[in-house]
């Protein structure tokens, strides 16, 4: 434990979950927003007609994980046992996107291999966050 009471390695994975949900922001925005000159630099041309009719549920879904990505590194930081119920909200909602998009909007053809791997990726990190929060918890560091 550091001085602050915190593990050392509390900092390096909130501080790095929070810049991932940053770039992650920069994106939903971006997409949300139809940028299509961003659209077509991250998906290429077919990614316009993907994101143009975007369900309002997986909307929904989205915005949970983007906010949840956002927030639960300032809980951690805070020592908030709220941190591990939002991490793991947040990577129940990421794997719900990731199923809903791949089964019925085919995300992996319309966007390519490499973003597929790329969300892969992401929810794996989800997870991880998610098991460290409760491992925190768990070994009393969080209250």
């Known amino acids: 434990m550091g001085a602050s009471g915190r593990p050392w390695h509390l900092w390096i994975v909130a501080v790095a979950f929070f810049a991932l949900y940053v770039g992650g922001s920069r994106d939903y925005l971006l997409i949300l927003g139809q940028d299509t000159d961003y659209i077509v630099r991250q998906f290429g041309p077919s990614g316009i007609a993907y994101f143009a009719d975007y369900p309002l549920a997986l909307r929904i879904i989205w915005t949970i994980t983007i906010i949840g990505g956002l927030t639960t590194p300032f809980l951690l930081v805070a ?3 709220w941190s591990t ?11 719900v996107l990731m199923i809903a998009t791949f089964a019925l909007r085919d995300r992996w053809n319309a966007l390519g291999a490499m973003t597929a791997w790329f969300d892969i990726g992401i929810a794996a990190i989800d ?3 998610a098991w460290y929060c409760w491992m925190m918890q768990r070994r009393g560091a969080l209250r």
């Open 85 to 95: 119920l939002i991490a793991v909200i947040t990577a129940v909602a990421q794997i």
């Open 79 to 81: 020592l908030s046992r």
């Open 127 to 129: 997870v991880f966050v």
